[in-house]
């Protein structure tokens, strides 16, 4: 479990949102990275920036955290303003990137000493504090190994101790799974859960489907903007359209045959099936089974499923203008 520790005292009462983004726009010359993002997180929540590669999802995080200021907006976490304070910001939260911010020539222990020492952890909590980084990142006995040489599971969960010696009020997590293996990567979502469930305010961003059905609400964010904002269920719930899967010889092209298809809202790959989001459910099923036939390929299962993630945020982030090219 999570050592109750991890949370800041000043905290602990907290009723009014633990993070508060008005307006936040950042502009790089004529590219507008965020544009008038607003939202509210609340203490213990676990809340996700869910967005293709370049939606502004790190340009949001590092605003957020103080390392770059926003060209217009404002934003509070933790009851400090980020522009007008932001080492008081960084003071009362934790951060880890996709990168760890680990140092690979150092020790395991000698890299939790350097983040203690960074964070003014010291005396009989530092002892304690790094006894619990080492037990929740299973690195008990390597203490004095290279970090270098670990396996990237436990690097992770490495990187995540020493994001949170000093028991930050708000955690950070900008796409922190990258390239992890599933087995680890859901180790590592069940420590997430404990530290929320203890009171810790987690914001993460991630490109992974199957991480984002954990966060408690979900940002969804397509070229800078914020097109949706609810729970993982309530966002499935919104899609208008049934959701029907198909199954057949060669779903690559059955896919790109139906996306033009009359009635065919959207039709895109789903693992080994193609999912089509129709306007009329039945309908559909004979024009996407006759159009296959057409082109020499048959459709051996078509069924309605209910909409995953996936189509809600394939279907949003094309109605928003698609994903960014490059």
């Known amino acids: 479990m999570a050592d109750r520790s991890a949370i800041t005292d000043p905290v602990d009462s907290f009723t009014e949102p633990v993070i508060v983004a008005s307006g936040l726009t950042r502009r790089f010359g004529d590219f507008i990275a965020v ?6 997180v609340q203490r213990g929540e676990i809340f996700g920036f869910l967005g293709p590669n370049g939606a502004g999802k790190t340009t949001a995080i590092r605003m957020l955290t103080g390392l770059l200021p926003p060209t217009h907006g404002t934003a509070r976490v933790a009851r400090h303003d980020v522009a007008g304070h932001p080492y008081a910001v960084r003071r009362v939260i934790g951060y880890m990137s996709q990168l760890f911010s680990l140092y690979g020539d150092l020790t395991v222990r000698e890299n939790l000493d350097l983040f203690a020492g960074l964070y003014d952890v010291s005396g009989d909590r530092r002892r304690t504090r790094i006894q619990w980084a080492l037990e929740q990142a299973g690195l008990e006995g390597r203490e004095d190994q290279l970090t270098a040489t670990q396996p990237l599971g436990l690097k992770q969960r490495l990187a995540l101790g020493s994001a949170v010696l000093h028991g930050p009020a708000v955690l950070f997590l900008d796409e922190p799974t990258s390239g992890v293996d599933p087995v680890a990567r859901r180790a590592f979502w069940d420590l997430i859960a404990e530290l929320a469930d203890a009171g810790t305010t987690v914001l993460v961003s991630t490109h992974y489907m199957e991480e984002a059905e954990y966060c408690h609400r979900l940002a969804l964010m397509n070229r800078g903007r914020l097109i949706a904002l609810d729970s993982p269920a309530a966002l499935k719930a919104s899609l208008e359209w049934p959701i029907l899967e198909i199954r057949s010889d060669d779903s690559s092209r059955a896919a790109a045959i139906l996306a033009g298809l009359e009635g065919v809202e959207d039709a895109t790959m789903f693992g080994r099936s193609v999912h089509v989001v129709a306007r009329d459910a039945a309908a559909a099923e004979q ?10 390929l048959t459709a051996r299962d078509i069924r309605r499923v209910p909409p995953t993630l996936e189509d809600v945020f394939v279907s949003l982030v094309r109605r928003s ?5 490059g």
């Open 35 to 40: 544009d008038d993002l607003s939202f509210t």
């Open 287 to 296: 024009n996407i089974a006759a159009a296959l036939e057409r082109e020499g």
């Open 321 to 325: 203008g698609g994903v960014v090219a």
